[in-house]
């Protein structure tokens, strides 16, 4: 079993910036893939970000070149950094880990955009 934490949500005015944290415990394989997925209400759960275990990256095109995702393999810690703030980044944002074709998700935390 695989647990994972995110922490690092809140609310931001427009332009601003967040930095979101993952932290997975539990049987964590060495070849896996993390990322972060988000919902927004009365919308359906879309990919973010993801990140593989060798540091292969993947964006959404909605956020390339504003946010970015990293990973310490070591910590076992997975991030997100968030720039250039949108009212439509607004959402809960989930974090993924996957290894062994098995899908973990973390409770989510709730990002807000807002003036």
């Known amino acids: 079993q695989v647990q994972l934490v995110e922490s690092g949500g809140g609310l931001v005015e427009p332009g601003g910036s967040l930095r979101l944290s993952c932290a997975a415990s539990g049987t964590i394989f060495r070849i896996n893939v993390m990322g972060w997925y988000r919902q927004a209400p009365g919308k359906e759960r879309e990919l973010v970000a993801d990140?593989?275990?060798?540091?292969?990256?993947n964006y959404a095109d909605s956020v390339k070149g504003r946010f970015t995702i990293s990973r310490d393999n070591g910590k076992k810690m997975l991030y997100l950094q968030m720039n250039s703030l949108k009212p439509e980044d607004t959402a809960v944002y989930y974090c993924?880990?996957?290894?062994?074709?098995?899908?973990?998700w973390g409770q989510g935390t709730q990002v807000t955009v807002s003036s």
């Open positions: 990140i593989s275990s060798g540091g292969s990256t």
């Open positions: 993924y880990h996957e290894q062994l074709r098995r899908a973990y």
